[in-house]
């Protein structure tokens, strides 16, 4: 029985991502996500430690120290921050001598689905707009974030908590999305944080 209740939770995650991900014109993107939950891989362990109220990840790594899913998971998924951290060979403010490496535009607007489904899924009837910033905002140590990953997604974290998810989805497709590739440049870093801030002054009105 876990193991379909747990198949259920995982395929009715994906179906939420790809609504978003579909609403924003990331199709690939939303046909794709999360598939390797259903590797034997993650699956499996998913299955066993299933609770339906919070990830079973968390679960795990009560139980072993670590959760042997959320490795597998994290090293092939681009749309979470922990698929883009590097290690440094010489920049002295890496954290421990490892470097988050910005994400692509595209990725990080999924890693926004993403939260949007897995607060729907596990906050059932008490999640409101606010809580995928709510849940940012809760972690217990500052995300390992590039600062341009970091920017664009407090940006759309905060236009979802505060706007809604109709003007959020508008934004990021007729907005965001359509600067993609000079976002994505290495050197626009400046450019990226004056987009940011003006946005968050317009959301903030």
Aim: proline content about 4%.
């Amino acid at each position: 029985m876990r193991a379909f209740a747990h198949f259920k939770t995982i395929t009715r995650h994906k179906r939420l991502v790809r609504q978003g991900c579909f609403a924003v014109g990331l199709y690939r993107q939303g046909l794709m996500h999360d598939m390797s939950k259903y590797s034997p891989s993650e699956f499996w362990v998913g299955a066993k430690y299933y609770q339906g109220t919070r990830s079973p990840n968390n679960a795990e790594r009560e139980d072993r120290g670590y959760s042997s899913a959320w490795l597998h998971h994290k090293g092939r998924n681009k749309h979470h921050y922990e698929y883009w951290i590097d290690y440094s060979l010489h920049n002295i403010e890496a954290k421990n001598g490892m470097l988050p490496a910005p994400m692509p535009v595209k990725y990080i607007v999924e890693m926004l689905m993403d939260r949007r489904a897995a607060c729907m899924v596990y906050n059932g009837d008490r999640y409101t707009q606010s809580s995928p910033l709510e849940y940012y905002n809760r972690g217990m140590e500052p995300a390992p974030l590039h600062t341009k990953t970091k920017v664009l997604l407090e940006l759309l974290l905060h236009m979802f908590a505060y706007k809604g998810e109709e003007y959020t989805f508008n934004f990021v497709k007729k907005e965001l999305l359509p600067m993609k590739a000079e976002f994505d440049d290495k050197n626009n870093l400046e450019l990226v944080k004056d987009f940011c801030q003006k946005w968050m002054t317009i959301i903030a009105s």
